[in-house]
């Protein structure tokens, strides 16, 4: 890095502009990284042909996407300019241009100025200095350099210029583009109380920009939904947690098959920040706590297994959370005997219509164990098999608890021949028993299965 200070002396004015007024930015970001930003300001037309700037666009604009709309105007020609000034960037754009070097001598202070050719800047700045070629040192000697001028194209922010032609006159222009960089996820806190089968959820817009620039004092507005984009994988989405999907309609605005998440008052985004607004706070919330085993088809094992963690809540309006919740990650807190909430493990969740009920898992259980064992596999013919599978539910806490065991893998023709407590039919993949386990006991679950193979 060159010890250097830039000094930049413009030699003429800049050609002069049509006055801009303050921005009014309205940004409308989606949760995949991706941002729709609209721009008004007031322009004045000189019923000429005259180029407009719009300076502190986003670093990463999609030019294709840029519109300008404003009355009575035609837009001519548009042009991104994003080589940003830096001095690394200005003497890489000054290659073959004439640039004064000012020298300060250490001991007595006085400047000596000489004229310079930049011949090349890669990796280091080789001048032409008269009749002689000089490598600018990087030796801590005090050194300036000034240039005539900004080298073209060069900006000091991401500006977009447009060449356009308006009846004369000043009326608001309004500029839109879709950029990444903007982005938005959900964030839950929940504090369950196992003593009145209640949790409070509290749910957090994170914002991200690292769009390479700040919005000032913008309206924004969230978008939850996942919008197709030309080359974006259409991969399922993930749905974590949810048991059944809700049919209840809320109040809350919606855009197409998406709805939408006003932030209340407009806000400063800055650049390379994170920001946090409340969107949900709700309190006393019905819930539940349990545990859940699941196994897969003939699955035994040598040594018991912890069961899952599990809590089930519903966001329906009576009696749940009342609100569509956007997707993101729920962090599960309980308070301790000194009444200090504790964190006991997370779980994300898709996008959750309002009316569903979920079922969340923050961990494996240390007390509550489940051991799934083969018993005996026997064939009755070519085509069939009878398998006795036993699952010994053990349970160290000095209460009750209730075990929800689910084999999966059976297939659409597999039935349950015998058991020693009724099961329940989820799909044609699995079966599933509610097992009470007394307090510092064990209980052994018993099936016998009828299946193919």
Same mark, same amino acid.
Do not use: C
């Given at each position: 890095?060159?010890h250097r200070?830039?000094?930049?002396?413009?030699?003429a004015?800049?050609?002069?502009?049509?006055?801009?007024?303050?921005? /009014?930015?309205?940004?409308?970001?989606?949760?995949?990284?991706?941002?729709?930003?609209?721009?008004?300001?007031?322009?004045?037309f000189?019923? =000429?042909?005259?180029?407009?700037?719009?300076?502190?666009?986003?670093?990463?604009?999609?030019?294709?996407?840029?519109?300008?709309?404003?009355?009575?105007?035609?837009?001519?020609? =548009?042009?991104?300019?994003?080589?940003?000034?830096?001095?690394?960037?200005?003497?890489?754009?000054?290659?073959?241009?004439?640039?004064?070097?000012?020298?300060?001598?250490?001991?007595?202070?006085?400047?000596?100025?000489?004229?310079?050719? +930049?011949?090349?800047?890669?990796?280091?700045?080789?001048?032409?200095?008269?009749?002689r070629?000089e &490598?600018?040192?990087?030796?801590? @000697?005090?050194?300036? +350099?000034?240039? *005539?001028?900004?080298?073209?194209?060069?900006?000091a922010?991401?500006?977009?210029s447009?060449?356009v032609?308006?009846?004369?006159?000043?009326r608001?222009?309004?500029?839109?583009?879709?950029?990444?960089?903007?982005?938005?996820?959900?964030?839950?806190?929940?504090?369950f109380?196992e003593?009145?089968?209640?949790i409070?959820? =509290?749910?957090? &817009? !994170?914002?991200?920009? %690292?769009?390479?620039t700040?919005?000032?004092n913008?309206?924004?507005?969230?978008?939850?939904?996942?919008?197709?984009?030309?080359?974006?994988?259409?991969?399922p989405?993930?749905?974590?947690?949810?048991v059944?999907?809700?049919?209840?309609?809320?109040?809350?605005?919606?855009?197409g098959?998406?709805?939408?998440?006003? @932030?209340?008052?407009?806000? !400063?985004?800055?650049?390379?920040?994170?920001k946090?607004?409340s969107? @949900?706070?709700? #309190?006393?919330?019905?819930?539940? #706590? /349990?545990?859940?085993?699941?196994?897969?088809?003939?699955?035994?094992? *040598?040594?018991?297994?912890?069961?899952?963690?599990?809590?089930?809540?519903? %966001?329906?309006?009576?009696? /749940?959370?009342?609100?569509q919740?956007?997707? /993101?990650?729920?962090?599960?807190?309980?308070?301790?005997?000194?009444?200090?909430?504790q964190?006991?493990?997370?779980?994300?969740?898709? #996008?959750?219509?309002?009316?569903? $009920?979920?079922?969340i898992?923050t961990?494996d259980?240390?007390?509550? $164990?489940v051991?799934? +064992?083969?018993?005996?596999? =026997?064939?009755?013919?070519?085509?069939?098999?009878?398998?006795?599978?036993?699952?010994?539910?053990?349970?160290?806490?000095?209460?009750p608890?209730?075990?929800?065991?689910?084999?999966?893998?059976?297939?659409?023709? !597999?039935?349950?021949?015998?058991?020693?407590?009724?099961?329940e039919?989820?799909?044609?993949?699995?079966?599933?028993? %509610? +097992?009470?386990?007394?307090?510092?006991?064990?209980? *052994?679950?018993?099936?016998?299965?009828?299946?193919?193979?």
């Open positions: 890095m060159l200070s830039i000094a930049l002396t413009l030699a004015a800049a050609v002069a502009m049509p006055a801009l007024a303050e921005p /009014g930015v309205t940004i409308t970001i989606y949760a995949d990284n991706q941002a729709l930003v609209q721009d008004t300001r007031a322009i004045t000189t019923g =000429q042909r005259q180029r407009v700037e719009f300076k502190n666009v986003s670093a990463q604009i999609r030019p294709e996407t840029a519109s300008l709309n404003a009355g009575d105007m035609a837009i001519i020609e =548009q042009n991104f300019d994003y080589d940003l000034l830096s001095p690394a960037k200005i003497m890489e754009n000054a290659v073959g241009q004439t640039i004064t070097l000012v020298r300060t001598n250490p001991a007595t202070g006085a400047e000596t100025r000489e004229q310079a050719v +930049v011949l090349a800047a890669n990796g280091g700045v080789v001048l032409q200095i008269g009749s070629i &490598v600018l040192r990087d030796d801590g @000697l005090p050194v300036r +350099v000034i240039f *005539d001028k900004v080298p073209p194209n060069m900006r922010e991401p500006t977009l447009m060449l032609q308006g009846t004369a006159g000043t608001e222009a309004s500029l839109r583009y879709l950029t990444p960089g903007l982005g938005w996820r959900a964030d839950y806190v929940a504090l109380d003593a009145k089968g209640q409070d959820v =509290q749910g957090w &817009v !994170t914002l991200t920009n %690292n769009s390479g700040t919005y000032d913008a309206q924004t507005v969230l978008v939850a939904g996942t919008p197709r984009l030309l080359g974006q994988r259409n991969s989405r993930y749905n974590g947690g949810l059944e999907a809700g049919t209840e309609t809320g109040s809350r605005e919606r855009l098959d998406y709805y939408l998440y006003p @932030l209340a008052e407009r806000t !400063t985004i800055a650049n390379m920040q994170t946090q607004v969107f @949900l706070d709700v #309190h006393g919330a019905p819930a539940s #706590h /349990g545990y859940q085993a699941s196994f897969g088809w003939l699955q035994t094992a *040598d040594q018991p297994i912890s069961a899952a963690t599990v809590y089930q809540f519903s %966001n329906s309006a009576q009696g /749940g959370l009342g609100d919740l956007p997707a /993101g990650v729920v962090r599960f807190y309980i308070k301790d005997s000194r009444g200090q909430a964190f006991i493990g997370e779980h994300a969740i898709g #996008h959750t219509p309002m009316g569903s $009920k979920l079922s898992s961990g259980a240390f007390d509550v $164990k051991q799934p +064992v083969v018993e005996d596999r =026997q064939r009755l013919s070519s085509s069939r098999w009878k398998t006795t599978m036993r699952y010994t539910l053990s349970n160290a806490l000095p209460k608890v209730t075990v929800r065991v689910v084999q999966r893998g059976l297939w659409g023709d !597999t039935k349950v021949s015998a058991e020693s407590r009724k099961s039919r989820l799909d044609a993949d699995s079966v599933a028993w %509610n +097992v009470p386990v007394p307090a510092n006991g064990k209980v *052994d679950l018993n099936a016998t299965f009828d299946s193919r193979y």
